[in-house]
């Protein structure tokens, strides 16, 4: 599956000389950096995770920081955007398997999996997004926003490419789709908002129900 982009990937640079370029520096600064910021979000909240806190976690300057993003909130922004290309990619992903594989519905079954094993990899991530984004404000909803109605437009093409496959005619509405999406994010922030990140792979059925009933206006058993 997708790794959605994960910043816990990050990797220290070499100690002593070495042979990486100007961007290979700055990117493993910039992946280290997204890596403390969504750590610390996750244990002291956004007001907590300050830019020393973040750069000293990171080991990396105050001036490297301010060279790559504008301020706190760009930073813990460019967190949020980076779940939502994972999420763009594994979409990306189901869709074309639906409309390529013997068993769309197995493909999609599978994709909802891999949907909530994204948010359940990243405990830390999960949080930051589901809960503590609203506290950066506008700057951040509208970034989610963007994201949430291209995660919408995907489940709109999943259902057309499963609608195709089996035959149903018609094609979901934007609403549907908006409104699918809409589900998949609020079940999800439910179990984080509680703390139970672990659980997440036992609400599958239910997302799967609710998201076939929205995406092709029936349950799958009659299908």
Not at 105 to 122: I, N, P, S, T
Not at 187 to 216: C, F, G, P, T
Request: aromatic fraction near 6%; charged fraction near 25%.
């Amino acid at each position: 599956m997708p790794d959605a982009g994960s910043s816990s990937a990050a990797v220290p640079l070499p100690r002593g000389r070495h042979k990486l370029s100007t961007g290979e520096v700055r990117a493993s600064q910039r992946a280290r950096l997204l890596q403390a910021m969504e750590e610390l979000v996750s244990e002291l909240g956004y007001a907590g995770a300050s830019v020393p806190k973040v750069v000293r976690r990171a080991r990396v300057s105050d001036r490297t920081f301010y060279s790559l993003f504008a301020d706190k909130a760009d930073c813990f922004i460019a967190v949020c955007e980076q779940l939502g290309d994972g999420l763009r990619d594994l979409m990306n992903q189901s869709v074309a398997g639906i409309a390529e594989v013997d068993d769309p519905f197995r493909a999609f079954d599978e994709g909802v999996a891999q949907y909530l094993e994204l948010w359940a990899a990243r405990p830390a991530a999960s949080w930051a997004y589901f809960v503590e984004l609203p506290a950066v404000g506008p700057r951040a909803f509208e970034s989610r926003d963007g994201r949430a109605a291209l995660f919408a437009e995907s489940l709109r093409h999943i259902g057309i490419a499963l609608r195709g496959r089996a035959g149903i005619g018609g094609e979901p509405t934007t609403v549907e789709a908006t409104a699918a999406a809409a589900v998949a994010v609020e079940l999800v922030a439910r179990e984080v908002r509680a703390r139970r990140v672990d659980n997440l792979r036992s609400i599958h059925d239910d997302l799967r129900h609710v998201l076939l009933l929205l995406l092709l206006g029936r349950s799958l058993d009659v299908v």
